[in-house]
């Protein structure tokens, strides 16, 4: 995550570098007058390796997967809030997910909750079709988690090619059947196939003789499958599933 580099380099600079205190910093970026000048912070892998490092030793590798999660999620301000946990981890160490009440740890482990809480979700709730020779799937997730859950789907579908695309954010995961890579891509740039997918119909039939009608409780389902996600479902597509006589 380059951002997220740069953000170390930010913290890398205002510790290590400047001695310049994490608040003033903070209130550089709400009013850039604060300084005579403004600073340009050039993403440097070396010195985010350094802070990543500090982090690991003078908090935790907890505190660490914490604060990327925390990065991944959708929430304005999310970067200063963890510059906030960073400067009071770096003050007390690894007691720092004792302080639970404390609004800094609150705010950070309540990011983290969003992001995997989407990221479980997500999990169960993405469908693939096929376009041509290769699986496809489309996700609008609110936050982030393209990078958390590739590796899920390398193990488990391994023998095929496969794209999840990131609509919102224009970028997706390719599968090449030996390893995943991020790239960036435009809803433009994936091939659009009209034609029902034999096994996509299929699913459409089996969702629907599964469904006991006495049984239905939107309220519940929408708990489990928010409505956001259902434009990216298969069986919850509204087409009539007639259309399988034409596979047979």
Known sequence: MMELLTGFCAVYIIFIRTGILLRKFAYSIVNPLFFLEEKKIVTDTKNAQIVSDAICQKISQESLYDIYYAFL????????????????????????????????VKIMLDLCERTVRERHRMLGLLRFQRKKNVLYARIE?????????????????????????????????????????????????????????????LWKIYHKKMA???????????????KKYWKNLTEMQEKSVDNLKNFL
């Not at 960073?86 to 609004?103: E, Q, S, Y």
């Not at 006991?212 to 928010?226: C, D």
């Open 73 to 104: 999620s959708d929430k304005n301000g999310k970067e200063m809030a963890i510059l906030d946990y960073v400067r009071m981890g770096f003050r007390v160490g690894k007691a720092i997910r004792c302080h639970l009440t404390d609004r800094r």
């Open 141 to 201: 997730p609110d936050c982030d988690i393209l990078p958390l859950i590739h590796s899920h789907f390398q193990k488990r579908i391994s023998s095929e090619y496969w794209v999840i695309h990131d609509t919102k954010r224009n970028k997706a995961v390719i599968y090449d059947k030996k390893v995943c890579r991020m790239v960036e891509v435009s809803k433009d740039e994936i091939i659009e196939d009209k034609k029902d997918d034999y096994f996509e119909v």
């Open 212 to 226: 006991i009608s006495e049984r239905r409780n939107l309220k519940l389902q929408m708990a489990h499958m928010p």
